[in-house]
């Protein structure tokens, strides 16, 4: 029987909470349940890291501890986890965390308020690496703003880390959690509240089941995306079925032909993954969101949302993927060029879900993507584009080119594939082709950018992919 | 521990260990009590429209709701602009998308937000106006014009064998303070209010509320320990929030906490002003100009707020680091339906600084000269060439060593030509390079404010020392800075000393923390006020030990008398049990500073503070993208006060002033409806914006010639000017691909969409 209480470790007990709001944020049950201040709301989308938490997980006989944004995270998808706080960081000596004395001794902080989530960032971080490369702690911090210090600082406490003990009172602790953790992470959730329902199962079979009788459920799989229903639009989502604690959905294989992406697979154990097949995807993933953000943001909740400028989504359409519906009874592989249907609209149906996404692997395929925007990180796409091809003598033998940010959907560019098709790359094919695409797409003005500009850069990465395949080198400012 | 130990020292700040752990408290950690209520505000859908209808009838009934107020629950005035009127809490007619029109409280944020969505208003709307041109073309102003004139402009620009003639724009700018506004107010008997804001100013917090309730500001105290984050956005934009949240406070006679959504946020308040320019200019074959002659422009938005002061800090600073002997200038405060546009961090001070930078570029390029060369041949000289268009003559200039030393220390000759030779061989990949200098004046222009108190109390039992200013905490570190000098002036630890939170009842008729000068007159004001009480302490040492005249010597935690010694914590209680009083308040006002606004001439400032910064850029020509490679700043703070943390201030600044030139955007629809009113579609700069190689060095020779505390130069505003380098460091990389003959046309900030259609049009002139 799937049970009505989640529990989750804090404090090193086991906290129960009876029936949760579905919709209620993680943030906000910690400030104003726990009582806890210290994590800060800064924009309630994720998008600036100060109420940055760090869960953790069990992964084997460890801990795996990611930070993600506790405003977009709903409260019941915290059964089964450790949470950890800008307060809990602190020795019960009182003595401070080596990543909170780095900050204070480098100046880490300014007006202070997004300190924590700061802390918190670097302390998973410190978790995670032996090393502190500037790569990676600027991978680490990319979700953090903060206005105050321009950064500096905050790179030289992290820097500092590399000296200090890593033997903190987590690592004293650790097995007590773990133990703590293998009690608490394994019963299915149901909850029925005032009107909202929100389902956790750990089987596939026990997902049909509960799809078949609740169809018109929202599928929360990171909910990056699905969360800002509550936060900005400021409705209900009557029925939420969390996916992410199906194990079964959380794989990444490889038949040599295909890579087969669980449903539930974490963009960025997808991004180390795909990087030996696609260096370019990894690239791209990397400049998706943040660290935050793609720690619990999945492949198939990209797709499933079906955003114009999901940057998976022309990455994955060049690759000529496929997607594996799975409904109540039967399953079904779909091309992904058939997948997207209008703004938003995809062929998913109600009571089917996203099994998994198969990625073609092209050993002789030149393979690159770009994105344009107007921040390096975290930041949507004004464009972003894919390109697949084969060259044999001087000539386009296979070509698949996909667009973001070009329309309503994420769309392939068939007239300029044909173009390109069996052509052999001069100055003049390449102007064909770019003209080709203002038949392909009719871009729109947005606050990102202009349709003009769009058109634009839509060409000039064009020209750029055909330039760097003749020049055998990467040409930009981002090497 | 000689009073060199406390200043001069590196000391984190003061709150650093409770940041870093998530125990200093800001307005919105503030333990609630029992009963506390949340508001959220409804505001217009239109920007121009008559209200016909508010029906709140559904919102009355929404979950959790406790009550609403709309403008008839104001019993006084209905208005929270600072200055002038023109910023009312409930309109009768909306101006602006996104202006308050109702608030709620309710029994938690997240109910209280749900029901304001469920208002029904009709209106009839109105025609919009929504960009400067618009605003000029229809003489849309929020106050008159100012014009000023010096020397002959025409003439000179008529008789000059050179001239250009362009124009320019440099856009808004969301403050973006991580904490986003936020107010809770508790209620006190006798109808008093206990108002905890996150504000820049908490003096005008209660007088408007005052107001606003018809109350004696003796009913209202604000209370502000730290906020998160301010940079001009919480000098007057806090007031609505006050406001409203004392006013639910007041109609449910609970305590309320009233916490705005960062897009609410975005949406309500204003921002900084986008400045436009046309502009004629006559110079030598050198380069320097003879006489020039501008038309500026600025978005103010609905009403004055403090337009008219920024504004004048934008004629103010016109000049940046140059003399320019002959000048006509015509400023116009257009009048826009969007939210008020605001102080932000430079105060128009950066904007009229961009205009002549822009200028001067422009210059050198169609003279095909380095501009640093150009920059410097018209800077403002020593001895002669040393009088601003505004009649101040300029004592403490220091731009030529500083912008000389950096000139070397960069090697900015050298690099200027390597990288014409990277541009040479580089097809779609083009590096830029400059050096723009900074020059901006301290003090508030607006004579009356430069002034501040203080209240200092050391207690008898251990000697410890409470201080409390009317300084706001907002990162800038004006707490540490102001223990620090309060203990070097006492001999004692910094640990016994506590600056705790600004309230209006412990120091009275404060001025906003802004103008950068917070620190100067709130740690004199604390200076005074121990001034005082170690005069009480002498006098009574004097009596009581017979000692003759001489000096004190306040140092390691003991008082040196002529002949007597004291530990600092046994004079203080024998004084006591000798009836001293051992608490004081102190007072300071600015010397020396005196303008006239209508014949803008004077002495608006107590001193200057200089920068130079030299930034190095990379672009991409085939999609705009750009990079900030390496960026050296020397920077002078004066004989600082802790050096980490105007080093801090710094960085910072600078990066911040590179957001706004490059990546920050504001963008609104034809209708007046803003568009980027949340992370996802605005950005601030992210950790790689950061230069890859970023050298921040203070100018050791700094010393201010003016007595402010510690011979010191404020940090705050000043820095974020030395961005203007990266700003002009792009149009350098632009400018190469037509080989640097033709002069790049581009505006700020500098988006990778701009700078390829930048690219792109120059191209069509090759």
């Known amino acids: 029987m799937p049970s009505n209480k989640i529990r989750f470790i804090h404090s090193e007990k086991v906290i129960e909470i009876y029936n949760p709001d579905p919709n209620e944020t993680l943030l906000n049950f910690v400030r104003t349940k726990l009582k806890k201040t210290g994590t800060k709301e800064g924009c309630s989308e994720g998008g600036c890291g100060a109420c940055t938490v760090v869960l953790g997980e069990l992964k084997d006989n460890d801990i795996n501890y990611i930070a993600v944004n506790s405003c977009i995270t709903f409260l019941p998808t915290l059964d089964g986890k450790q949470l950890l706080l800008v307060e809990d960081l602190v020795s019960k000596d009182n003595s401070l965390h080596p990543v909170q004395e780095a900050m204070v001794k480098c100046h880490g902080s300014q007006c202070g308020f997004c300190t924590p989530g700061f802390v918190m960032s670097l302390f998973s971080m410190f978790k995670n690496y032996t090393q502190f490369k500037e790569d990676i702690i600027k991978d680490s911090i990319a979700g953090n703003l903060c206005r105050c210090t321009g950064y500096k600082p905050i790179i030289k406490a992290a820097k500092s880390l590399g000296t200090k003990n890593k033997i903190d009172h987590f690592v004293k602790n650790k097995k007590k959690t773990v133990a703590l953790l293998k009690k608490i992470g394994n019963q299915s959730i149901a909850i029925y509240k005032k009107g909202k329902r929100y389902f956790a199962p750990r089987y596939v079979s026990e997902l049909k089941k509960i799809l078949k009788k609740n169809a018109n459920s929202k599928l929360l799989s990171g909910g990056t995306d699905l969360s800002l229903i509550v936060t900005k639009d400021r409705k209900d989502i009557e029925s939420i079925v969390y996916m992410n604690s199906i194990k079964e959905l959380n794989y990444i294989k490889n038949n040599n032909k295909y890579i087969e992406v669980g449903a539930t697979t974490s963009l960025r154990n997808f991004e180390t993954y795909i990087k030996k097949y696609y260096p370019d995807f990894n690239k791209i993933l990397k400049r998706y969101g943040s660290i935050q953000i793609r720690n619990v943001a999945t492949i198939a909740g990209n797709i499933a949302t079906a955003s114009p400028i999901g940057d998976n989504l022309p990455l994955l359409l060049a690759l000529d993927s496929q997607i594996v519906l799975q409904g109540v009874k039967k399953s079904k592989i779909l091309p992904i060029n058939d997948f997207f249907i209008n703004y938003r609209k995809t062929k998913l149906k109600e009571g089917q879900f996203i099994h998994s996404i198969r990625i073609p692997i092209f050993d002789k395929n030149i393979f690159k993507a770009y994105k344009i925007s107007k921040r390096f990180d975290d930041d949507i796409s004004s464009v972003c584009a894919a390109f697949n091809l084969i060259i044999e003598n001087k000539k386009i033998k296979k070509i698949k080119i996909a667009y973001g940010g070009m329309a309503a959907i994420p769309k392939r560019a068939i007239y300029c594939e044909r173009v390109l098709l069996n052509s052999s790359i001069t100055k003049n094919v390449i102007d064909k082709a770019k003209n080709a695409l203002e038949k392909d797409f009719l871009p729109i003005s947005d606050m990102r950018a202009s349709s003009k500009y769009r058109k634009i850069i839509a060409k000039n990465l064009l020209e750029k992919c055909f330039l760097e395949i003749s020049e055998k080198k990467s040409v930009g400012i981002y090497n | 521990m000689n009073k060199e130990f406390f200043i001069n020292e590196e000391t984190p700040h003061e709150s650093g260990i409770k940041h870093v752990s998530g125990q ?637 030139l490059t990546m920050e955007e504001v963008k609104w629809k034809n209708n007046g409806m803003i568009l980027t009113h949340s992370p996802s579609t605005y950005k601030i700069p992210a950790v790689n914006d950061m230069p890859e190689n970023f050298n921040v060095e203070i100018f050791k020779e700094g010393k201010n010639k003016e007595n402010v505390v510690n011979k010191s130069k404020t940090t705050g505003e000043p820095p974020l000017m030395n961005a203007m380098s990266v700003f002009f460091a792009i149009k350098d990389a632009i400018s190469s691909v037509g080989n640097y003959d033709i002069q790049p046309i581009i505006d700020a900030p500098a988006t990778p969409e701009k700078i390829l259609m930048s690219i792109n049009n120059l191209k069509t002139k090759l």
């Open chain 2, 24 to 660: 200093a408290y800001y307005t919105d950690d503030i333990p609630e009590l029992p009963g506390t209520l949340y508001g959220a505000i409804g505001w217009s859908k239109r920007a121009h429209a008559i209200i016909k209808k508010i029906n709140l009838e559904e919102v009355e009934k929404s979950e959790g709701v406790i009550s609403v107020i709309t403008s008839k629950d104001i019993p006084g005035r209905n208005d929270v602009g600072p200055v002038y009127d023109g910023d009312p809490i409930f309109p009768q007619k909306a101006e602006y998308f996104g202006q308050p029109l109702f608030a709620v409280a309710a029994t938690s944020t997240e109910l209280a937000r749900k029901a304001v969505l469920k208002a029904k208003i009709s209106y009839k709307s109105l025609k919009v106006i929504n960009n400067i041109q618009e605003a000029l073309k229809k003489k849309s102003f929020v106050l008159k014009e100012n014009k000023i004139k010096n020397g002959e402009p025409i003439k000179k620009i008529n008789e000059a064998p050179y001239k250009l003639k362009g124009n320019f724009t440099t856009g808004s700018q969301e403050h973006f303070a991580l904490e986003g506004h936020v107010a809770f107010t508790i209620p006190q008997e006798d109808n008093d209010y206990k108002v905890y804001s996150s504000t820049q100013h908490p003096s005008e917090t209660q007088q408007i509320i005052a107001k606003m309730l018809k109350q004696k500001s003796n009913t209202i105290t604000v209370e502000v320990r730290r906020i998160g984050g301010g940079f001009g956005g919480k000098e007057t934009q806090s007031f609505i929030f006050a406001a409203i949240c004392t006013l639910l406070s007041k109609k449910t006679k609970r305590p309320v906490k009233l916490r705005i959504d960062r897009d609410d946020e975005i949406i309500i308040t204003g921002k900084r002003h986008d400045f436009y320019s046309e502009y004629e200019v006559g110079f030598d074959e050198l380069g320097v100009i003879q006489g020039l002659n501008i038309k500026l422009a600025s978005k103010c938005g609905i009403s004055p707020d403090l337009s008219g002061a920024i504004n004048q800090r934008a004629l103010l600073h016109l000049d940046n680091a140059y003399y320019i002997e002959n000048l006509l200038v015509e400023n116009y405060l257009c009048k826009t339906n969007t939210a008020s546009n605001t102080a932000f961090r430079g105060f128009g001070g950066n904007q009229g600084m961009m205009v002549i930078e822009n200028i001067i570029d422009n210059i050198a390029r169609s003279l095909k000269k380095d501009p640093a060369e150009i920059r410097r041949r018209n800077f403002y000289q020593n001895y002669k060439k040393n009088i601003t268009h505004y009649g101040m003559k300029i004592e403490d200039n220091v731009i030529h060593p500083i912008f000389d030393k950096l000139m070397k220390s960069t090697h900015y000759k050298g690099r200027r030509q390597e990288i014409k030779k990277f541009n040479s061989v580089n097809k779609y990949i083009k590096k830029g390079i400059a050096i723009t200098p900074v020059k901006f004046g301290i003090s508030f222009t607006t004579m009356h404010l430069n002034q501040a108190g203080a209240l200092v109390h050391i207690y008898s039992n251990d000697g410890s020392c409470h201080i409390n200013t009317g300084a706001i905490e907002m990162g800038q570190g004006t707490y540490t800075k102001i223990a620090q000098l309060a203990a070097a002036e006492l001999g004692l630890p910094l640990n016994k000393i506590k600056v705790s939170a600004t309230r209006t009842d412990k120091v009275p008729n404060t001025s906003a923390s802004a103008a950068s000068s917070t620190t100067d007159l709130n740690g004199a004001a604390m200076l005074d006020a121990i001034a005082k009480i170690k005069k009480n302490l002498f006098l009574f040492v004097k009596r009581k030990y017979k000692i003759k005249n001489g000096q004190a010597i306040y140092e390691n935690g003991s008082v040196k008398f002529k002949g007597k010694t004291f530990k600092f914590n046994k004079l203080i209680k024998e004084a006591y049990l000798n009836r001293v009083s051992l608490s004081s308040s102190g007072f300071y006002s600015t010397p020396k500073i005196r303008f006239d606004p209508k014949k803008f001439y004077g002495r608006p400032f107590l001193y200057f503070c200089y920068g130079a910064a030299v930034s190095e850029v990379i672009i991409d020509t085939l999609t705009g993208e750009n990079k900030i490679l390496k960026v050296d700043i020397l920077h002078d703070a004066g004989k600082a006060i802790n050096p980490a943390i105007e080093l801090g201030q710094i960085e910072g600044g600078f990066v911040q002033g590179a957001g706004w």
